[in-house]
């Protein structure tokens, strides 16, 4: 599978430059700009994109909406509305969540448009898109900035698709070690009895809704090793 960002007639190269920086900040490369308003070698494309300029250089630019559809196999558009009525097919559409728990399912070249700052893609644009994706915002002030809108789409996207590095958590022996220290650091505090029980159900509760790795154990057990030296040399 491969994603393509489709960039619809826009009219700030700063936009283009902050679109190409946000597509390397999520490992994406593929960018297609339709009849761009300005030269891609623009001081403010070049100047926003950053540590992105292979994106810039690797940009295809075409005439027409029409020439990106033939570039991809499944066009989705976006917009800032969206169809109330079932009715009306037009403009009803996914989030941007729902559209990357479902995308990568699908095989082949996925193209995402965007459309112009200043008035999106138009209904023909949107007709030949295979599905809309809406961002939900304010009712008052729906309209995102061209690159914050790429960012919040690629970012699902991402996390759709990543995977976190394996964390070797604490076992079972190893928690019950520590709070067994942490039991005798109570007594060498001379913590109420009364209070011990429940303070010692609250600790325990603490550490199994921390989840915790091996590093924070060792880490934590030689907090409560140095704690129970320092209350005995005081004794």
Not at 20 to 40: E, G, H, T, W, Y
Not at 115 to 136: A, F, M, Q, S, V
Not at 162 to 188: I, M, R, S, W
Request: net charge positive; proline share 3%.
């Amino acid at each position: 599978m491969e994603f393509f960002i489709v960039l619809v007639e826009p009219k700030y190269p700063g936009n283009v430059g902050a679109v190409a920086r946000i597509m390397k900040n999520f490992d994406f490369s593929n960018l297609i700009i339709v009849n761009p308003s300005f030269d891609m070698e623009h001081d403010d494309c070049r100047k926003f994109a950053m540590h992105a300029q292979e994106i810039i250089d690797n940009a295809i630019v075409l005439e027409t909406f029409k020439k990106a559809l033939k570039k991809v196999d499944y066009m989705a558009g976006t917009s800032a509305i969206e169809s109330k009525n079932d009715k009306h097919h037009l403009r009803k559409s996914f989030t941007p969540k729902k559209f990357a728990e479902e995308i990568y399912k699908m095989e082949g070249r996925i193209g995402i448009a965007f459309g112009r700052e200043d008035y999106g893609l138009l209904n023909e644009e949107i007709k030949n898109c295979d599905l809309l994706i809406k961002i939900p915002a304010s009712e008052v002030y729906p309209t995102l900035n061209l690159s914050h809108a790429v960012c919040i789409v690629l970012y699902e996207l991402f996390v759709n698709r990543y995977e976190p590095k394996e964390v070797l958590l604490a076992d079972g022996k190893e928690k019950e070690k520590l709070y067994e220290f942490f039991d005798l650091l109570l007594k060498e505090i001379n913590y109420p009895d009364f209070k011990m029980e429940k303070t010692k159900i609250l600790f325990r509760r603490i550490i199994g809704r921390a989840m915790l790795s091996k590093w924070e154990y060792h880490t934590l057990m030689g907090v409560l090793k140095k704690a129970i030296q320092a209350s005995r040399k005081k004794a």
